[in-house]
Nanobody, 115 residues
Framework: QVQLVESGGGLVQAGGSLRLSCAAS????????MGWFRQAPGKGREFVGS???????STANSVKGRFTVSRDNGKNTVSLQLNSLKPEDTAVYYC?????????WGQGTQVTVSS
């Protein structure tokens, strides 16, 4: 089993930045993927970005150039840097972990962007 804890969410004005972190603990076997998703009220969950155990990263086209996925603290923590935030980025951001499917999910952290 894997436990995931997100942190770093908050309220920020449009154009501002936030850095989210996801710390994984438990039986974190390789190869794995750690992903970031977001969900706004009344909308489905949307893929944002991911980091594989070997360092490969991916980001959604909707956030390319603004959001960056990186690996911190060895291989147990993945961060999501959110720059040039827009009101439409407002959502609960979730961290996920798995080995082909995302089997484990964090509780989410709220990001609110005001205009």
């Amino acid at each position: 089993q894997v436990q995931l804890v997100e942190s770093g969410g908050g309220l920020v004005q449009a154009g501002g930045s936030l850095r989210l972190s996801c710390a994984a603990s438990g039986r974190t076997f390789s190869p794995y993927t750690m992903g970031w998703f977001r969900q706004a009220p009344g909308k489905g969950r949307e893929f944002v970005g991911s980091m594989k155990w070997n360092g490969d990263t991916s980001t959604a086209n909707s956030v390319k150039g603004r959001f960056t996925v990186s690996r911190d603290n060895g291989k147990n923590t993945v961060s999501l840097q959110l720059n040039s935030l827009k009101p439409e980025d407002t959502a609960v951001y979730y961290c996920a972990y798995g080995w082909g499917t995302y089997d484990y999910w964090g509780q989410g952290t709220q990001v609110t962007v005001s205009s």
